[in-house]
């Protein structure tokens, strides 16, 4: 028998989270369904300006969205990877592409064949050189995938960089012209039903009380409902993504827009570079255990390309997630789920996948607690994998200029991703442990790029003959080449296709 269908959601929080997962619950849910979003005007939100991954452009096709309107409502450039400077040892440089270093050859990986032909000449071109979105950073082209055939045109893939103010209320209207109905107000209070410890409401510092069915905290690190009601547990992870102080500041953007963010390793942390139509938002993000809050202040702005737009903005974290982010008729998205850090943008991809996990296991009135149950094992194992991919990025250092890259060298790391990296080291192959998470070509630039050179490869690439295989490289590498020079630059095509106004008062 049907139970009673789930007749009002309260969001609790407004924000890139509050609203990405008010826009799917509209689009997808009957008016029988009322949709409220409670956010404070008093309650600053964290989005500054926002990398992503090529995820978002589904979520953002599944919405409906008109692409090159989203594109100028939020100042948005394109994204084709991640820059890596000074990782590993200073003065290295290294690119996490997206896609992959050309097609599979006798159902094995470009890089292995690679492997072959660099252990039999030493003078063998970078991997990266076989990565089209690589190549088209490095020249600053961008222009869409192309064609149904696999080919070079479409060997590569984009994500965006936007301003995540202009974003959230991008989708807070899409949400409301659908029937979201947002209440601005401060909550003061959490009612329990004494009977079941379900919410039962949210009491607003204007003595309104707003019941619901169903509850979303979307309310930031403080967890409002989650953490502060429902007592869920938080797993702290600081030990290993010891980084825990952000700084942020937009500074005026330059001529030339790259089709990439920037990601440079600091003596206790790292900056990060995201180039936007109107402005660049930069950051800092570092360990308060090895650097001064003013120390991290003054590396910050010595770091900017441009005229500081404003003072820097002190941001606080702890890594790591709720144990639970499903209690009872309390669902956590968002930053009040957890955080692991912004070094490979995967904030706004775990809110993708937390609003898809909450609408393939949406519940009824019954909450029955196997859904809750599934919809924490999918979370456990995104927010995991997503955690072993970042702390690979300090754990394979060999800089030691710094107590802080000293420490990350030498902590513990889990078994899961040490299991990943011996396995590559020794033999050449990567372990996927989530599917749907960090690809094969994500951990080869990252492994590759950090220094760590493979033992051995598979062998079963010996069964093709060595110049047939350099024939097959050397024709990739012309036909990438010649395809990169043909597209338009970067900051042109933006110009052309999808320019975004001036934001009002905004000086740049």
Same mark, same amino acid.
């Given at each position: 028998?049907?139970?009673?269908?789930?007749?009002?959601? $309260?969001?609790?929080?407004?924000?890139?989270?509050?609203?990405?997962? #008010?826009?799917?619950?509209?689009?997808?849910?009957?008016?029988?369904?009322?949709?409220?979003?409670?956010?404070?005007?008093?309650?600053?939100?964290?989005?500054?300006?926002?990398?992503?991954?090529?995820?978002?452009?589904?979520?953002?096709?599944?919405?409906?969205?008109?692409?090159?309107?989203?594109?100028?409502?939020?100042?948005?450039? &394109?994204?084709?990877?991640?820059?890596?400077?000074?990782?590993?040892?200073?003065?290295?440089? =290294? &690119?996490?592409?997206?896609?992959?270093?050309?097609?599979? /050859?006798?159902?094995?990986?470009?890089?292995?064949?690679?492997?072959?032909?660099?252990?039999? *000449?030493?003078?063998?071109?970078? +991997?990266?050189?076989?990565?089209?979105?690589?190549?088209?950073?490095?020249?600053?082209?961008?222009?869409?995938?192309?064609?149904?055939?696999?080919?070079?045109?479409?060997?590569?893939?984009? !994500?965006?960089?936007?301003? #995540?103010?202009?974003?959230?209320?991008?989708?807070?209207?899409?949400?409301?012209?659908?029937?979201?109905?947002?209440?601005?107000?401060?909550?003061?209070?959490?009612?329990?039903?004494?009977?079941? !410890? =379900?919410?039962?409401?949210?009491? @607003?510092?204007?003595?309104?009380?707003?019941?619901?069915?169903? =509850?979303?905290?979307?309310?930031?690190?403080? !967890?409002?409902?989650?953490?502060?009601?429902?007592?869920?547990?938080?797993?702290?992870?600081?030990?290993?993504?010891?980084?825990?102080?952000?700084?942020?500041?937009?500074?005026?953007?330059?001529?030339?827009?790259?089709?990439?963010?920037?990601?440079?390793?600091?003596?206790?942390?790292?900056?990060?570079? /995201?180039?936007?139509?109107?402005?660049? !938002?930069?950051?800092?993000?570092?360990? *308060?255990?090895?650097?001064? *809050?003013?120390? #991290?202040?003054?590396?910050?702005?010595?770091?900017?390309?441009?005229?500081?737009?404003?003072?820097?903005?002190? +941001?606080? =974290?702890?890594?790591?997630?709720?144990?639970?982010?499903?209690?009872?008729?309390?669902?956590?998205?968002?930053?009040?789920?957890?955080? $692991?850090?912004?070094?490979?943008?995967?904030? %706004?991809?775990?809110?993708?996948?937390?609003?898809?996990?909450?609408?393939?296991?949406?519940?009824?009135? *019954?909450?029955?607690?196997? @859904?809750?149950?599934?919809?924490?094992?999918?979370?456990?194992?995104?927010?995991?994998? $997503?955690?072993?991919?970042?702390?690979?990025?300090?754990?394979?250092?060999?800089?030691?200029?710094?107590?802080?890259?000293?420490?990350?060298?030498?902590?513990? %790391?889990?078994?899961?991703?040490?299991?990943?990296?011996?396995?590559?080291?020794?033999?050449?192959?990567? $372990?996927? @442990?989530?599917?749907?998470?960090?690809?094969?070509?994500?951990?080869?630039?990252?492994?590759?790029?950090?220094?760590?050179?493979?033992?051995?490869?598979?062998?079963?690439?010996?069964?093709?003959?060595?110049?047939?295989?350099?024939?097959?490289?050397?024709?990739?590498?012309?036909?990438?080449?010649?395809?990169?020079?043909?597209?338009?630059?970067?900051?042109?095509?933006?110009?052309?296709?999808?320019?975004?106004?001036?934001?009002?008062?905004?000086?740049?």
């Amino acid at each position: 028998m049907s139970a009673k269908p789930i007749r009002k959601i $309260v969001i609790v929080g407004g924000g890139t989270a509050g609203w990405m997962t #008010a826009a799917p619950l509209s689009q997808r849910l009957d008016k029988a369904c009322e949709v409220v979003l409670i956010e404070s005007p008093d309650i600053g939100t964290i989005g500054v300006g926002e990398a992503t991954l090529p995820t978002i452009r589904f979520y953002n096709s599944a919405l409906g969205l008109d692409g090159a309107d989203f594109i100028k409502k939020t100042q948005a450039t &394109f994204k084709l990877g991640i820059e890596f400077k000074d990782w590993g040892h200073v003065g290295n440089r =290294f &690119f996490h592409g997206f896609g992959d270093f050309g097609p599979a /050859i006798e159902n094995r990986s470009p890089h292995m064949h690679w492997l072959r032909l660099a252990a039999a *000449d030493k003078n063998m071109r970078p +991997l990266e050189d076989w990565s089209v979105a690589t190549v088209m950073a490095r020249n600053l082209r961008f222009t869409p995938p192309a064609g149904d055939r696999p080919s070079p045109t479409n060997a590569f893939s984009y !994500g965006f960089h936007f301003d #995540a103010g202009l974003y959230a209320a991008y989708l807070r209207d899409y949400a409301m012209q659908r029937g979201v109905k947002r209440i601005e107000a401060m909550i003061t209070e959490v009612e329990l039903n004494p009977e079941n !410890g =379900f919410i039962a409401a949210v009491k @607003l510092r204007d003595g309104r009380r707003i019941e619901g069915d169903l =509850f979303v905290d979307c309310s930031g690190f403080r !967890g409002l409902l989650i953490e502060g009601a429902l007592k869920a547990g938080y797993d702290d992870w600081s030990e290993q993504l010891p980084c825990n102080s952000a700084l942020a500041v937009p500074c005026a953007k330059v001529a030339k827009l790259t089709p990439f963010t920037t990601s440079t390793a600091k003596s206790a942390g790292w900056q990060w570079r /995201i180039p936007l139509q109107h402005r660049t !938002g930069n950051g800092h993000v570092y360990c *308060d255990g090895f650097s001064t *809050d003013d120390e #991290a202040a003054r590396v910050l702005l010595e770091g900017l390309d441009g005229r500081a737009l404003d003072e820097p903005r002190q +941001l606080r =974290f702890t890594t790591g997630r709720r144990r639970k982010s499903w209690v009872k008729n309390c669902v956590a998205i968002g930053l009040s789920a957890g955080f $692991v850090e912004p070094l490979e943008s995967t904030s %706004i991809s775990l809110i993708e996948f937390a609003v898809g996990s909450l609408i393939q296991n949406f519940p009824d009135c *019954d909450f029955r607690p196997e @859904l809750a149950n599934e919809f924490n094992r999918q979370l456990s194992i995104r927010y995991e994998s $997503v955690r072993d991919f970042i702390i690979m990025h300090y754990k394979l250092t060999k800089r030691t200029d710094s107590e802080f890259w000293r420490y990350c060298a030498n902590m513990p %790391i889990p078994e899961s991703l040490q299991h990943q990296i011996e396995l590559f080291r020794e033999t050449g192959r990567v $372990v996927v @442990l989530d599917p749907d998470g960090f690809s094969v070509p994500s951990f080869i630039s990252l492994l590759i790029g950090l220094g760590v050179t493979p033992k051995s490869y598979d062998p079963f690439v010996n069964h093709i003959g060595l110049e047939h295989l350099r024939t097959h490289f050397d024709r990739l590498l012309d036909s990438i080449g010649g395809m990169v020079n043909a597209m338009p630059d970067h900051t042109d095509y933006i110009a052309h296709y999808v320019p975004a106004g001036p934001v009002p008062g905004l000086a740049v």
